[in-house]
């Protein structure tokens, strides 16, 4: 999962501990020899055949994931570069499966333990010899081995009495062997140097633009080789290469809350990116929004029709509908707190309506193109090794497949090849190229708004609410914060409400539209999915990284400030615009430093 790192590795990362040194990466060579993976493939099958504890099950399977990962990034502010570097690493993961097909460790949490689930990571040498990565393997073998006993017992223990507990379903599916160890191609990674020219071009448009409290923009550009090995027979290798650039500035309105805004592409390489010439456009028109928003009037509770525009529409099917396209059941001893942020509100409704009927959806990482772009959430094999397919998740509001890992569900028996990995537990099914359109006939936006508009007086309402863009903590989260700040923001959080709107309008019947602030949308059930009343005719596409951090918790973790987020799933959508006839708006929390004791000078 490029740059799908485990969360071991994502914070010595972090903290500085993965030593950059001269390697085969840093020259875009890999230093994975077939003489290695050799050696990898004998400790899988030793350990298939030696492992064992007296008295407890032999490991029925085992799986090795070699990942080497690339990365430049550069960061600029006003004009100057902040930050440069790169960074290579590698890492080995083992997983170890105890029981059978029917019955095994997987799909259970054990209580304060959610991290023993019979994985096991370790860091490699870049410069790491045949010797060593077997080494390590047969280390990271026996701790995965050993964790997935605990899990083991521990699920046994609990469904003893209660079997109504699980699903009536296998563990684990059985799925063909993927074999594709051939060649695989990717353009070169653009050098720091280009990148920081780059950034501090157009970061320099912030320069004398004396509302904006603090600006950055930054690069990225990695390149992620995974070789996967399994005790079924799969030999797999595949690479990933994307390049990202992240425009984000903040101001600070009358009443003293601080206001971001930001703008992120990702694609393949630079050529996927817009121009420096359009970046430097829409830094400015950045720049002017942020302007206005000081003085933007702050909307109250609101209840009546939204309609999604551009970012918006993608960021909603982001926030409140990606979770529930995948039909991996709920883990058995998952928290209820977490249960809702986990999904699965579909997983009992296939062949019903789920949506409006002016809706097809689908997911399709086989595919490297959406409406003319290049998507980063394609691949060859999933995180368990299995091919990708299309699935044709919803068509004409019926819902006929949800994507699917290994962990069958009662209804849907065999892997789609949507297995993902995004940090410790279950692999779980995940969209990644996911697809909406209207069933039939699209409107244009102008048809959109106009309806908007009578749906509002139907309402008795003054005016209509339009979102083109909501926040990314992994982006906005402020620097200027304190610690006691941060943890007051990070309570505030509603975590089951997508984040605040952080470019809204409110349009009036007569067409004109005031920009507003303060914009938080109550939970936006799967319920509300059936209340699409239009779908747009033109798409927006966008790539991210999808990731299970929490932005702000990360920061006061000291996560390093200012680089492109790098580390999540690589997602894409592509969704029209998106009118819902009736959503709950309310007064997003806000972010405010403490204010000083002296007045202003």
């Given at each position: ?12 990362a ?5 030593v ?8 875009g060579?890999a230093?994975?020899s077939p003489e ?7 400790e899988?099958d030793?350990?298939m055949k ?9 490991p029925y399977f085992v799986a090795?994931k070699?990942?080497e990962?690339?990365?430049?990034d550069v960061?600029?502010?006003l004009g100057?570069?902040?930050a440069?570097?790169?960074r290579?690493?590698?890492s080995?993961?083992?997983?170890v ?7 095994d ?6 209580p304060?333990q959610?991290?023993r ?5 370790i860091?490699?040498a870049?410069?790491?010899?045949p ?7 047969w280390?990271a073998?026996d701790?995965?081995?050993?964790e997935?006993l ?9 469904l ?12 684990y599916?059985?799925?063909?062997p993927t ?5 695989v191609?990717?353009?070169?990674m653009?050098p720091?140097d280009?990148?920081?020219?780059m ?12 509302h904006?409290?603090?600006s950055?923009?930054?690069y ?9 090995l ?5 030999r797999a290798?595949?690479?990933r290469?994307?390049s990202g650039?992240?425009i ?7 009443d003293?809350?601080?206001l ?10 630079k050529a ?10 829409e830094?400015?028109?950045?720049s002017?929004?942020?302007?206005a928003l000081r ?9 009546g029709?939204?309609?999604?525009e ?13 979770k529930h396209?995948?039909g991996t059941p709920?883990?058995?001893?998952m928290?209820g ?5 986990f999904?699965?509100?579909f997983?009992?409704?296939?062949g ?7 809706l ?13 772009k290049?998507?980063?959430?394609g691949?060859r094999?999933d995180d368990?090794g299995?091919?990708p ?8 509001g019926k819902?006929?497949e949800?994507v699917?890992?290994?962990?069958p569900?009662a209804?849907l ?6 297995a ?18 209207a069933?039939?006939?699209g409107?244009?936006?102008?048809a959109?708004?106009?309806?908007l508009?009578?749906?509002a007086r ?21 620097g200027?914060?304190g ?9 505030a ?12 309008y ?9 920009l507003?602030?303060g914009?938080?949308?109550?939970q936006v059930?799967?319920?509300a999915?059936r209340d699409?009343v ?9 790539n ?5 951090d929490?932005?702000?918790q990360l ?6 400030e200012?680089f492109?987020?790098?580390g999540?799933?690589?997602s894409a959508i592509v ?11 309310t ?5 405010r ?9």
């Amino acid at each position: 999962m490029a740059f799908r790192r485990t969360h071991f590795a994502r914070y010595l990362a972090l903290f500085g501990l993965l030593v950059v040194t001269p390697s085969a990466l840093a020259k875009g060579r890999a230093s994975v020899s077939p003489e290695m993976l050799d050696q990898l493939s004998s400790e899988l099958d030793r350990g298939m055949k030696d492992l064992a504890l007296p008295g407890e099950p032999r490991p029925y399977f085992v799986a090795f994931k070699l990942t080497e990962v690339d990365v430049n990034d550069v960061a600029a502010s006003l004009g100057s570069a902040t930050a440069a570097r790169n960074r290579n690493f590698m890492s080995l993961d083992a997983h170890v499966r105890v029981g059978d097909y029917t019955f095994d460790n997987s799909n259970y949490v054990i209580p304060q333990q959610e991290n023993r689930d019979g994985h096991a990571t370790i860091a490699l040498a870049l410069e790491a010899t045949p010797r060593t990565a077997r080494r390590a393997a047969w280390l990271a073998t026996d701790a995965a081995y050993k964790e997935a006993l605990q899990q083991f017992t521990a699920k046994k223990v609990t469904l003893d009495g209660r079997p109504g507990m699980a699903e009536n379903a296998p563990s684990y599916t059985r799925e063909p062997p993927t074999v594709m160890m051939d060649k695989v191609d990717v353009p070169a990674m653009e050098p720091v140097d280009e990148l920081k020219k780059m950034a501090e071009t157009v970061s320099a448009v912030f320069r004398g633009q004396a509302h904006v409290r603090e600006s950055r923009v930054a690069y990225t550009s990695f390149i992620e080789r995974r070789w996967y090995l399994n005790s079924e027979g799969t030999r797999a290798h595949d690479i990933r290469r994307v390049s990202g650039v992240v425009i984000v500035a903040t101001t600070q309105a009358e009443d003293g809350e601080i206001l971001s805004l930001y703008a992120t592409h990702y694609g393949r390489t630079k050529a996927d990116l817009p121009s420096v010439s359009a970046l430097q456009k829409e830094a400015r028109t950045l720049s002017a929004q942020l302007a206005a928003l000081r003085t933007a009037p702050v909307i109250g509770n609101y209840t009546g029709p939204v309609l999604f525009e551009d970012a918006g529409a993608v960021g909603i099917v982001r926030e409140s509908l990606t979770k529930h396209l995948a039909g991996t059941p709920v883990p058995i001893g998952m928290p209820g707190s977490q249960v809702d942020l986990f999904g699965g509100a579909f997983n009992s409704r296939v062949g019903q309506r789920v949506t409006s009927t002016g809706l097809d959806i689908y997911d399709d990482p086989s595919t490297s193109k959406g409406a003319g772009k290049h998507l980063i959430g394609g691949y060859r094999f999933d995180d368990e090794g299995v091919k990708p397919r299309r699935t044709n998740i919803v068509k004409n509001g019926k819902l006929t497949e949800l994507v699917m890992s290994r962990t069958p569900s009662a209804a849907l028996k065999k892997s789609t090849g949507n297995a993902r990995r995004p940090g410790p537990g279950l692999y779980i099914g995940s969209t990644t190229n996911l697809f909406l359109k209207a069933s039939k006939r699209g409107e244009s936006r102008k048809a959109l708004r106009k309806k908007l508009g009578k749906l509002a007086r139907d309402q008795g309402l003054d005016y209509g609410l339009v979102i083109k863009r909501l926040d990314d903590v992994m982006v906005t989260a402020n620097g200027e914060m304190g610690g006691f700040e941060l943890v007051a923001s990070l309570q505030a959080v509603d975590r089951t409400a997508p984040p605040p709107a952080v470019l809204a309008y409110r349009v009036f019947p007569n067409g004109k539209e005031e920009l507003v602030r303060g914009v938080q949308l109550k939970q936006v059930t799967p319920r509300a999915w059936r209340d699409v009343v239009g779908v747009g005719n033109k798409p927006t596409v966008l790539n991210y990284l999808a990731t299970d951090d929490e932005g702000t918790q990360l920061r006061l973790q000291g996560g390093q400030e200012g680089f492109v987020p790098s580390g999540g799933v690589e997602s894409a959508i592509v969704t029209p615009d998106l009118l819902f006839e009736e959503l709950d708006v309310t007064r997003a929390p806000g972010t405010r430093p403490a204010t000083p004791a002296v007045p202003k000078p």
